[in-house]
């Protein structure tokens, strides 16, 4: 497709002989139409011009050079030039593109770079909560649209399996396990195991004790433990996958945090060469003070068990030696944010290569309540994510029932929209939001969520049916969807590949999920205006592409969400 902006940047390059590629960063997208497609702000070259803004937008709207079958005129307004494009050259550069590709919008930006997403990351032997969810859903997103505009993508899920807890839990089955019924209810079972045990390492210092010695043990590689520990983690990786499944998710890694048992003493080597490593009551630390971090990163235990901090550590330098990544992004919930400056500070003193250690991100999201209180595990009050999942199906189901009882797959459509409103609503908000959980807003199908756009995705299948046939982009002609609600749809359909530039750029798939409202309110206007399927031809072709257009990148964006659209609903 034509880049407008850098066609813009090009030819007022040759008028004030600045770098385009500068210029360019500076055109913006007037909200109100009125003000052209593109605005230059000329108030940016004033002090190396040094004129007033509007001289220099009367400079160079007297200088430019425009090839006016693409734009149509240039206007100063103030200290901007606005510019107004063809419109049918953009209609015209839109379609064709839509018609040529299936996989619009992709592109090959990223190509050459790799992107480690590490990503949901639950703790086995716990229950994969809402809190997950957040993470699995913003981390699957991100890895979709990395990998569409060309990233190479590692998408890693760093399962918690492994810490302490392990040895409370394995104490805890030591002590009770016949009482549970592991094997057919394994995460639930091991959850009151875990609960109990908490308890009563607080009322006996012997038996916390002992459960610190049991994951020393298992760090040593005692029999018992470890086989103890292996059931945990199967178990919990069955019922987890039944999360997976109905998400939609896949990692391309699973090494969690045991993986990397045997590969943290070359990290306490090699911290330990850096004189860094410190004594303290008997643990190992790294003092952060000069860095402006109060709290020091505890590196060894004082019983010489090793520490989350030192596991994620020696993941870095793993990921760095495996994949040689440009990225490595920790879609990780706020709380964790002393966490990750304190590994990502440690990580300095590896001797890996600064490429790595500056391509370090936390990318953090906010907390989800739900209007049953906050969670947490030791005190067993947490809402289970496949439990919500389901409930979501099902109230889903009830509305279909109610609205459309002759639809055909009722459960598949079910499925789609019930799981579709879960993933649309974590994404809907800028991450790092705090949210409440409320049924009434997640499927309301008027509001701006995931069966809304769902919905206007059906309703553009709909209208091509009921044309009964799909007009060659030939026979299409482009002057016909000129007015105002075209024209929108059309200026949205042409900024979607930058609109995931944008993703990749804040690491936020809101970005997207406000686009697709966006798209799907643009559709309900044109759809409101114009009657898409009338006497005279040419409009009607024109009208029915337009329709076949909006459809097509409102699957591909949802598509990019972790969103399956239905045919019907
Ligand atoms: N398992 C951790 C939790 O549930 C998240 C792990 C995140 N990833 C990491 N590399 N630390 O809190």
Redesign the pocket.
């Known amino acids: 497709m034509i880049d407008f902006k850098k066609t813009i940047a090009k030819a007022i390059a040759e008028v004030v002989n600045i770098d385009e590629k500068e210029l360019e960063t500076y055109i913006e997208i007037p909200k109100d139409a009125n003000n052209g497609d593109y605005a230059f702000p000329c108030f940016k070259l004033a002090k190396e011009l040094k004129k007033a803004p509007p001289m220099i937008a009367n400079d160079i709207k007297n200088n430019i050079k425009i090839d006016e079958e693409i734009i149509e005129k240039v206007e100063v307004a103030g200290g901007y030039l606005n510019f107004y494009i063809q419109q049918s050259l953009i209609v015209k550069d839109v379609l064709e593109e839509i018609a040529n590709y299936d996989e619009y919008g992709k592109s090959e930006i990223g190509k050459g770079k790799t992107i480690v997403i590490?990503y949901s990351?639950?703790?086995i032997a716990k229950p994969f909560h809402i809190g997950?969810l957040r993470s699995t859903v913003i981390g699957g997103a991100l890895y979709n649209i990395y990998k569409y505009l060309g990233y190479c993508t590692i998408g890693i899920n760093?399962l918690?399996d492994y810490g302490t807890q392990f040895g409370k839990l394995i104490e805890g089955y030591k002590l009770w396990g016949k009482e549970y019924n592991v094997e057919e209810d394994p995460i639930n079972e091991l959850t009151k195991i875990y609960i109990r045990i908490n308890q009563l390492c607080k009322e006996d210092e012997k038996v916390l004790e002992q459960c610190r010695m049991n994951f020393k043990l298992l760090e040593e590689g005692d029999s018992y433990c470890t086989e103890v520990w292996e059931k945990f983690r199967s178990l919990s990786l069955k019922e987890f996958q039944k999360v997976y499944d109905l998400l939609g998710s896949q990692f391309d890694s699973w090494n969690g945090e045991a993986f990397y048992s045997d590969k943290m003493p070359e990290v306490i080597d090699i911290l330990e060469k850096t004189g860094k490593l410190q004594e303290s009551q008997g643990a190992k630390i790294i003092d952060l003070e000069d860095k402006g971090i109060n709290t020091p990163c505890i590196i060894q235990k004082s019983n010489g068990s090793t520490t989350y901090a030192t596991r994620?550590l020696a993941?870095i330098l793993y990921r760095a030696r495996t994949y040689d990544f440009d990225k490595a992004l920790?879609v990780?919930s706020y709380e964790?944010t002393l966490h990750f400056k304190q590994v990502f500070e440690v990580a300095k003193l590896l001797g890996i290569d600064e490429k790595y250690t500056n391509g370090l991100k936390h990318v953090p999201f906010g907390m989800v309540s739900l209007p049953t209180g906050k969670m947490s595990t030791r005190e067993g009050n947490i809402v289970k994510l496949e439990e919500l999942l389901n409930e979501s199906i099902a109230r889903a189901k009830t509305i279909i029932e109610e609205k459309n009882p002759d639809l055909e797959n009722k459960e598949e459509v079910a499925k789609k929209v019930g799981v579709g409103a879960v993933i649309f609503n974590d994404l809907s908000n800028s991450r790092i939001k705090d949210e409440i959980f409320d049924w009434d807003q997640v499927l309301n199908f008027q509001g701006e969520t995931g069966p809304y756009v769902q919905y206007t995705y059906v309703r553009t299948k709909s209208v091509l049916e009921k044309a009964g046939y799909m007009p060659k982009i030939e026979e299409v002609k482009f002057d016909n969807l000129l007015d105002e609600a075209s024209k929108n749809c059309i200026k949205l359909i042409y900024n979607f590949e930058n609109t995931l530039v944008q993703v990749t750029e804040k690491e936020e798939p809101s970005i997207l999920s406000r686009y697709l409202i966006d798209l799907a309110k643009a559709f309900s206007n044109f759809y409101n205006d114009n009657k898409i399927l009338v006497e005279d031809k040419e409009i009607q072709n024109a009208r029915v592409y337009l329709t076949y257009a909006v459809g097509k990148v409102l699957k591909i964006g949802a598509k990019l969400l972790g969103i399956e659209m239905p045919d019907k609903m």
Do not use: I, K, R
């Open positions: 590490d990351a639950p703790n997950h760093h918690g994620d993941a920790y990780v964790q």
